[in-house]
């Protein structure tokens, strides 16, 4: 197996790759490794979710997230981080979104992925559709 090319900043309409980026952070890191999986969960309350939608402004979502990329590899030092997240039809238990951070301490490596989560949602402009039985529904504000 070999990923030299992963990029550390993705936005895919295809299916995201978690064995990818863990192995691409192996390879450039050493010490601490911690990754983050979200998924589309099945219900909403008590009715049954099929799908999630994502939908973009890409430029400007890449953008934000190549500033939260490198203020997380400044401030807690990291040697490595991935950010993937899925724009598109996104089918239950698929990866939605991946985080992938090296650092040579497990307290770097923690607190940097939830920093990373915790930015990408407040900040990047990725909109999130549920698609249920009797329609679909933005999750967060309308594009």
């Not at 980026?21 to 099945?42: I, M, Q």
């Not at 770097?108 to 989560?117: G, K, P, R, V, Y």
């Not at 999130?128 to 933005?138: D, I, M, P, R, T």
Request: hydrophobic share 45%.
């Amino acid at each position: 197996m070999n990923y030299p090319d992963l990029p550390f900043i993705h936005l895919s309409h295809e299916p995201l790759d978690l064995a990818a980026l863990e192995y691409a952070v192996r390879l450039r890191s050493k010490g601490a490794h911690v990754f983050f999986s979200g998924t589309p969960r099945d219900k909403k309350d008590l009715e049954a979710v099929s799908a999630l939608i994502f939908e973009a402004y890409e430029p400007m979502a890449l953008a934000e997230l190549q500033k939260i990329h490198a203020r997380a590899i400044e401030v807690f030092r990291l040697e490595v981080a991935y950010v993937h997240h899925r724009l598109g039809n996104c089918g239950i238990h698929e990866h939605a979104v991946l985080v992938g951070v090296g650092a040579p301490h497990r307290r770097h490596a923690f607190e940097a992925c939830m920093w990373i989560m915790d930015e990408l949602k407040s900040r990047v402009p990725i909109w999130k559709k549920e698609v249920l039985a009797n329609g679909s529904f933005y999750v967060t504000p309308h594009p």
